[in-house]
């Protein structure tokens, strides 16, 4: 099932990545994801440096099967976490 902020994961399972500020917005991307059966674990971020910690993480347990990015992200915006996941 899908949920829980940073959760622990099994290794090897492909997960998604959501970095989005708005509870309202995760709860949206939730029932959608939901609605279409999609069961990967979701691990939620709510601002532009926790994204990059993790997602630039050198642990590539931790490199998510889909990213799905607020481009109005607090302190560094989804624009800048996109060139810098795209220089690495």
């Known amino acids: ?5 940073k959760s622990e994961r099994v290794m090897n399972e492909k997960y998604i990545f959501l970095a989005e500020d708005n509870s ?6 939730i029932k959608a994801l939901n609605k279409c059966h999609i069961q ?3 691990v939620v971020v709510t601002d532009g440096p926790e994204a990059l910690e993790y997602l630039l993480s050198p642990d590539l ?7 799905i990015l607020d481009l109005k992200l607090p302190f560094i915006d989804g624009f800048e976490v996109l060139r ?3 220089a690495n």
């Open 1 to 5: 099932m899908i949920g829980g902020k």
């Open 24 to 29: 309202n917005d995760v709860a949206l991307t």
């Open 40 to 42: 990967n674990q979701l």
């Open 61 to 67: 347990e931790k490199r998510p099967a889909v990213v």
């Open 84 to 86: 810098q996941i795209r």
